[in-house]
């Protein structure tokens, strides 16, 4: 499959992998992967969330990938892995369990990292055997276990059926989104940015949203109108640590703080005054200064566990503070 027309320079273009493959998940679906930086880096894995790829990870792997193994993938469907008759989360888990089998040594513990439904993935896969093998610890940003359309903040109205009604037929609407125009930056900015968040943001993002094509959309916006995953979140064993936007619509900070409060290893909630739900993309020195911390406190051990903010300063609220 053929490189979707990303961003193609400055901090949003995707690097180029140092190594490419293709993991098969349970059901045989190929999954394209890609492998940035040295092979004997401690690892971290990226699961992207709903209508985007591997490209919106971007910033973090430019900058991770000069001393870590950072290993992301194309959700079914999205970016160069090919679409599925069927979408359920437990696909997602499969295919997270595929990639960490296929790509970690057997019993090498990794840094799992999933926005937005590649959160949901990581706690579909929870209880997983796989997945307790080779993750060390988590790190959720922007996600949500259940309740989706019901508390997103998309639609301007008082929340209630109609507002739920009338946010699912938008999120699963089967309409093209078509080229990337100012008035389309202008919409996804308000549906899932931040107002503070800069045209180059937006556009990458738009880029990236407006590449996956409608009927995956679609199929998956189905699925997450009906997600529970409140029993997986409690499975989460490991290390875990929330990050949200305060300004979230699609994902509002009432299901990060839920997340805080269920999980049986929370390690730390960060709120970021003004942003929304494109958390890596807003403010990539905070999130990769995050998945920096929890490399160095449960993958190598090189570092006590604790709260970071990354190149720009931000108030960071625990709401459990490490063991």
């Known amino acids: 499959m053929s490189r979707p027309a990303f961003a193609d320079h400055g901090p949003y273009a995707p690097p180029e992998p140092s190594r490419v493959l293709t993991v098969v998940s349970g059901d045989g679906a190929p999954l394209h992967v890609e492998v940035h930086g040295p092979e004997d880096a401690p690892p971290v894995v990226l699961s992207h969330g709903w209508t985007c790829s591997t490209a919106f990870w971007a910033a973090q792997i430019r900058e991770l990938a000069a001393d870590h193994r950072v290993i992301a993938y194309d959700q079914r469907g999205h970016g160069r892995s090919p679409a599925s008759p069927a979408c359920t989360t437990d696909l997602l888990a499969d295919d997270l369990e595929a990639v960490l089998a296929q790509t970690l040594a057997r019993g090498e513990k990794a840094l799992v990292v999933g926005h937005s439904m590649g959160g949901m993935a990581i706690m579909a896969a929870a209880a997983r055997p796989r997945f307790g093998e080779h993750a060390a610890a988590v790190l959720l940003c922007s996600t949500g276990s259940s309740r989706l359309v019901t508390e997103s903040r998309v639609v301007p109205m008082r929340a209630g059926r109609v507002r739920t009604w009338i946010t699912g037929r938008i999120l699963g609407s ?34 990236i949203v407006h590449a996956c094509p409608r009927a995956v959309r679609h199929a998956w916006a189905g699925v997450l109108e009906t997600l529970d995953l409140d029993h997986g979140v409690r499975e989460l064993r490991v290390p875990t640590a929330v990050v949200h936007g305060a300004s ?59 709260p970071r903010t990354g190149s720009r300063p931000t108030p960071v609220q625990q709401t459990k503070e490490d063991a």
């Open 174 to 207: 089967r309409a093209p989104l078509g080229p990337v125009t100012p008035v389309a930056m202008r919409i996804l900015k308000y549906g899932t940015m931040g107002a503070g968040s800069s045209r180059h943001m937006v556009e990458a993002c738009a880029r």
């Open 248 to 306: 979230d619509r699609l994902t509002p900070p009432v299901h990060a703080r839920a997340l805080a409060a269920a999980l049986p290893q929370c390690v730390g909630l960060t709120e970021l005054p003004g942003i929304g739900h494109m958390t890596p993309v807003e403010v990539p020195g905070p999130v990769t200064g995050r998945i920096r911390d929890l490399v160095a406190a449960y993958v190598t051990g090189s570092a006590v566990p604790g």
